[in-house]
């Protein structure tokens, strides 16, 4: 990331993304103690992971903000990054890994995360920092909030969408909260940067302009070659350049106490595919027959 990029950037933004297991994939593999075995198992960009990295890209079309990507894992983690810059156009990728940090709880790794986003501040403060509603692989949303506290940075959760006033330095976001018992309600709050936000699941991105649609298919380009030598703007971390304390990261630093391990099943496949030749006519009629079948039950109903 050039220094003059940075300077003439309006926004410095960060998101945080995790490698998780493709359950889709259906051939999750596990350790004897019924911990995941992630060298068996193939892992992509978390669903939620990869929203909060469109999240990002939507300042980078609207403001050109410069945008950074990290995660902590294992070496294969860099994939993670990788498909997040073919999604956010991020001009820097960050890996933390090292031995120490694994057995991590959700406090440990922000931990990681927070003292990696502070490195990244070394050539610009983040203004913003993203990350996903939860994780597909531990269901527990706490790594994000956990973070902007580590961080110092006020916390915007379900967020739905946003805009940021460059010259007040106010970002106003809409999100989904829960009132008394009411669900899917919208408030609308405003923040001075910096904030740290958590996408929701029903974000998407509005180019509402031409010059946005314009702007978002020469960023979308541009990602697709960065992508593609994504090693140019990928730094690795271990624990000794983070001078992370040990006693805070990996297990010693995660309080969690867990009781019990429990295999995701495998799901039972609930469709059946029949292939029908468009040239016979009685295949036809018998889609036909049973078309109208299912139609005359919902209607009777």
Not at 95 to 108: E, K, M, N, V
Not at 129 to 144: C, I, K, L, M, N
Request: neutral net charge.
């Amino acid at each position: 990331m050039e220094i003059a990029e940075l300077m003439a950037s309006p926004l410095n933004l960060a998101v945080i993304v995790k490698l998780e297991p493709d359950f889709s994939e259906g051939s999750v593999s596990y350790n004897s103690d019924g911990t995941l075995n992630r060298a068996e198992t193939k892992s992509i960009l978390g669903p939620h992971s990869a929203i909060a990295s469109a999240a990002a890209f939507y300042a980078k079309v609207k403001y050109g903000a410069v945008i950074s990507v990290a995660t902590m894992g294992p070496p294969i983690a860099d994939s993670a990054l990788q498909q997040a810059q073919l999604i956010s156009d991020a001009g820097s990728l960050h890996l933390y890994s090292d031995r120490i940090f694994s057995g991590a709880d959700t406090l440990a790794t922000a931990e990681v995360l927070k003292t990696g986003i502070k490195k990244m501040e070394g050539t610009g403060k983040m203004d913003i920092v993203f990350s996903g509603h939860r994780a597909s692989d531990g269901e527990t949303g706490q790594t994000g909030p956990q973070t902007a506290w580590k961080l110092g940075y006020t916390f915007l959760g379900n967020v739905i969408c946003y805009d940021v006033d460059i010259e007040k330095r106010i970002l106003t976001a809409k999100r989904l909260i829960t009132l008394q018992g009411t669900q899917d309600v919208i408030e609308e709050i405003e923040a001075p940067l910096p904030v740290f936000i958590t996408v929701d699941p029903s974000y998407r991105s509005v180019f509402n302009t031409v010059s946005l649609r314009l702007a978002s298919v020469r960023y979308q380009k541009e990602a697709e070659q960065r992508a593609q030598n994504y090693k140019n703007y990928l730094k690795i971390f271990n624990a000794q350049q983070l001078e992370v304390d040990p006693k805070f990261v990996g297990l010693p630093g995660s309080p969690t106490i867990v009781y019990k391990v429990e295999r995701i099943p495998k799901a039972r496949a609930g469709r059946r595919a029949e292939v029908i030749d468009g040239s016979d006519q009685q295949q036809l009629r018998r889609v036909a027959e049973k078309i109208h079948e299912i139609v005359g039950r919902v209607v009777n109903q």
